[in-house]
T-cell receptor, first 115, second 117 residues
Framework: QKEVEQDPGPLSVPEGAIVSLNCTYS??????FMWYRQYSRKGPELLMY????GNKEDGRFTAQVDKSSKYISLFIRDSQPSDSATYLC???????????????FGQGTELSVKP | GAGVSQSPSNKVTEKGKDVELRCDPI?????LYWYRQRLGQGLEFLIY????????KSGLPSDRFSAERTGESVSTLTIQRTQQEDSAVYLC???????????????FGPGTRLTVL
């Protein structure tokens, strides 16, 4: 079993739709959970991260972690064509993340928002 | 300020040739990472440098892969005797390990797209 699993999609939605992107993870000790956004032919950029369980909201984006089910979600409200990108969930391998170390990524979900 | 830069942006090579990929991290970042991204896939960790510590090479897929870093600056990833399965985008990232409870975001470069014919 991979440490982080993500449905690769692709996912196509009309403009204005609510988008739900999901990942599962295997190690209950993971504490930080990230979402990266990657535009075509660009490097990933951090969209948002959460620590432990709960929700975190940033504008139209909400990250949610359910540690009991080892489930990570990213919701995009009022989706825009500019949101079209690949979204990658990630966790730090080290439990002491402030000391640095590799990230473990899901496969990425390719999202297309049609005008 | 300047972000992470990588060169070349694209590299086409023949099977069996050696290639060198370069990464210039953000100035002052002590940690540097290399990842590989195959088409339609997530990122696979390759190697991690942190200051003067021994690098974490646990992700290197074979002994054909090696990397070096000069102090806290530029890094070079070398792939010897390239194979077609090495075709991928090679991404470099850097961050500043600040300690405490803060999250230390990794900043990525645009990647080098390697095609092995």
């Amino acid at each position: 079993q991979k440490e982080v699993e993500q449905d690769p999609g692709p996912l196509s939605v009309p403009e204005g739709a609510i988008v739900s992107l999901n990942c599962t993870y295997s190690n209950s000790a993971f504490q930080y959970f990230m979402w990266y956004r990657q535009y075509s032919r660009k490097g990933p950029e951090l969209l948002m991260y959460t620590y432990s369980s709960g929700n975190k909201e940033d504008g139209r984006f909400t990250a949610q972690v359910d540690k009991s089910s080892k489930y990570i979600s990213l919701f995009i409200r009022d989706s825009q064509p500019s949101d079209s990108a690949t979204y990658l969930c990630a966790v730090p391998f080290s439990m002491i993340y402030n000391q640095g170390g590799k990230l473990i990524f899901g496969q990425g979900t390719e999202l297309s928002v049609k005008p | 300020g300047a972000g992470v830069s990588q060169s070349p942006s694209n590299k086409v090579t023949e099977k069996g040739k050696d290639v060198e990929l370069r990464c210039d991290p953000i100035s002052g970042h002590t940690a540097l990472y290399w990842y590989r991204q195959r088409l339609g896939q997530g990122l696979e960790f390759l190697i991690y440098f942190q200051g003067n510590s021994a690098p974490d090479k646990s992700g290197l897929p074979s002994d054909r892969f090696s990397a070096e870093r000069t102090g806290e600056s530029v890094s070079t990833l070398t792939i010897q005797r390239t194979q077609q399965e090495d075709s991928a985008v090679y991404l470099c990232a850097s961050n500043q390990i600040a300690g405490g409870s803060s999250y230390n975001e990794q900043f990525f470069g645009p990647g080098t797209r390697l095609t092995v014919l």
